[in-house]
């Protein structure tokens, strides 16, 4: 007899069990292993606490640098860096966690600590930047992948030993008429997974990094769009790699509308596209979302983190800063190099730390009165970092 057409199909044949069925046939870590991460990922996104971002290349700093007449010599470097690892305790409920580039995780303040130990000191996690910037996808319109994998197991051996337990890689997307192309997407995807993998397995928290690069004159529809195309494909990606999402934390682009778009947003919209885009997107296990600023001002990366933070939307993470420029911007101002004005940056850089803290519990309320460059656009045409 015929069953009428509207009836449920007859259930498929049995199928063998297969690897698709068993996700946990091989256990990617121990139970201890887990705990760790978990317990490193929630130590530097407590509540209240962001990340101060520090591990611009020796490339980047000299940018930085010679904005303020600075030579990019290791000494100013270490000087620099210094200043803001020894800003007073009013820091430390701040800051959670601080990401390094290498030259940094083996350098010593004047006392002879080592800033691992200075950091230590304070209550943060170190974090060490591991990625070996971007590097051309041949045959597309100038996207990028990022490299770095090669002896990343025997570097991520030697960070952990040396005091990092957290580290960062940056992959970037371009929004263009024809960008970011799918190559770009699953390319970048991948790797940040692979990256995840390796730094699990030595018990370093994989902070990932998919950049959704402002530049363009797109509107705030059209980043969310791509924000959300991206993040899944990253969150396919890390499932496939048997990422352990409790031990990991997300560093995404807010969805803000492209640095030439001429019609302007609210930071309540900003935050809604950007609320919503993580929302469908981002597993609940993840363990914290940590913003760039990626060329905001400082006031304007503290308006729009507190926004999000009061935004009607459920948020099932702890959603804070992982700020770079917008942490450091008045700060490196107001030092200019000279040894008589470090306390003065110390203070603009306490405000920041201050600021993000209050905003990352939606807690902020605006002055009108930053720092010597709260306002100023920090925006830096397809930045490398
Ligand atoms: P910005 O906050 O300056 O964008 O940098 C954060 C960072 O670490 C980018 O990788």
């Known amino acids: 007899s015929h069953l009428p057409s509207t009836s449920c199909p007859p259930p498929a044949p049995a199928r063998p069990q297969n690897s698709l069925k068993m996700p946990h046939q091989y256990p990617a870590l121990t139970p201890e292993q887990k705990k760790e991460l978990h317990d490193i990922a929630q130590r530097i996104v407590a509540t209240g606490k962001g990340i101060l971002a520090a591990d ?9 640098l010679s904005s303020i007449n600075v030579e990019n010599t290791e000494e100013n470097r270490r000087f620099y860096r210094q200043l803001l690892f020894t800003a007073d305790d009013r820091v430390n409920p701040c ?9 940094t995780l083996y350098h010593s303040a004047d006392d002879k600590r080592s800033f691992v130990k200075v950091i230590k000191d304070k209550g943060a996690v170190v974090g060490i930047k591991v990625d070996k910037g971007v590097v051309p996808l ?3 319109n100038g996207e990028t992948t990022t490299q770095g994998l090669d002896g990343l197991a025997e570097r991520c051996a030697q960070y952990k030993k040396d005091g990092a337990d957290f580290a960062k890689w940056r992959c970037v997307l371009k929004i263009s008429e024809h960008t970011p192309s799918h190559l770009a997407i699953i390319e970048n995807a991948n790797v940040l997974a ?3 993998s390796i730094c699990q397995q030595h018990c370093i928290v994989p902070i990932v990094e998919p950049e959704v690069l402002p530049d363009g004159d797109h509107d705030l529809k059209r980043c969310q769009y791509v924000t959300e195309v991206v993040l899944a494909a990253v969150y396919k990606a890390l499932s496939d790699h048997h990422i352990y999402l409790e ?18 947003y609210s930071p309540e919209e900003v935050a809604m596209a950007t609320v919503t885009a993580l929302r469908r997107t981002v597993p609940p296990a993840v363990a914290g979302i940590t913003f760039l600023s990626g060329g905001q001002s400082e006031e304007e990366a503290t308006i729009h ?19 770079g420029r917008a942490l450091q911007a008045s700060c490196l101002k107001a030092w200019g190099g000279k040894k008589e004005q470090v306390k003065n940056a110390q203070e ?3 405000k920041r730390a201050l600021a993000n803290s209050l905003a990352c519990q939606g807690k902020y309320v605006a002055s009108g009165q930053g720092g010597a460059a709260a306002g100023e656009s920090l925006f830096v045409s397809n930045h490398a970092y």
């Not at 611009?56 to 930085?64: H, L, V």
């Not at 031990?247 to 302007?264: D, E, F, I, R, Y």
């Open 56 to 64: 611009e290349s020796t490339g980047s700093i000299a940018k930085r």
């Open 95 to 103: 800051i959670g966690g601080v990401i390094l580039f290498h030259e």
């Open 138 to 140: 041949a045959g597309t």
């Open 194 to 196: 692979r990256y995840a």
């Open 247 to 264: 031990g990991s934390l997300l560093k995404p682009n807010m969805v803000t509308p492209g640095h030439a778009c001429s019609k302007k």
């Open 305 to 323: 983190l507190n926004a999000i933070n009061k935004c009607p939307l459920h948020r099932p993470w702890p959603v804070t800063f992982s700020y």
């Open 348 to 350: 603009e850089y306490i």
